[in-house]
């Protein structure tokens, strides 16, 4: 099995073809300013996120995780959550962003990636995970279903038969996402 990284999942949402670039085709990346600088804010709301109550996410008592590495032999994926938040009866992923817009589709599926590793290794429900939004300093609150998590787990087959099978992929429809790729260089067919 190609074993996968929650990103995966995160960037196939955002464009299959970045995922393809990573496995099938590495090639040098630009780094953005705004992956720069995501993640040096990150390192900030570590230290801030240390004294946070958890009541900020809705949660009375439970005990935070920070960096939790994971990994799913039977999903064969694995991944790093940013801060992970354990009660008595569930887990709590929450990915930081640095974002000023609301959260978009592949963030929610960075969480649903987490979810299922989560729920695989320590059969635990993990029905919730949250965004938080730096310059906002706020907490943006997912439902993450059944659904949602076999929509998941048969994305990572998708991703599995794409390298497999070595095809580029089409590029995105939305080419606002084209500015701001680190593969635009890559990607001659796009404008
Ligand atoms: S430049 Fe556009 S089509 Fe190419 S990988 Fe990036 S987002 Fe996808």
Partial sequence: MIRLRVSDLKQYIYCPRVVFYNYVM??????????????IAEDKIDKLEGRRKLKKYGISTGVK??????YSKNLG?????????KTADAYYPVDFKY???????????????????????FNFPVDR?????????DAVVFDLTDDLKTYTKNLLE???NMVSSQQLPPPVESKNKCLDCEFLNFCGDVF
Avoid: C
């Fill in 65 to 70: 995780e920070f960096h939790k590495q994971l």
């Fill in 158 to 160: 998708e991703i599995r």
């Fill in 77 to 85: 994926l694995s991944g790093k959550v940013d801060l992970l938040i």
């Fill in 99 to 121: 974002t000023t817009s609301k959260p978009h589709k592949n963030h929610l599926y960075q969480l649903l990636g987490y979810a299922i590793i989560l729920e695989d290794i």
């Fill in 129 to 137: 995970g949250f965004i938080y939004l730096i310059p906002q300093e």
């Fill in 26 to 39: 590495p090639v040098e990346k630009v780094t953005t300013f705004k992956m720069e600088y995501g993640k």
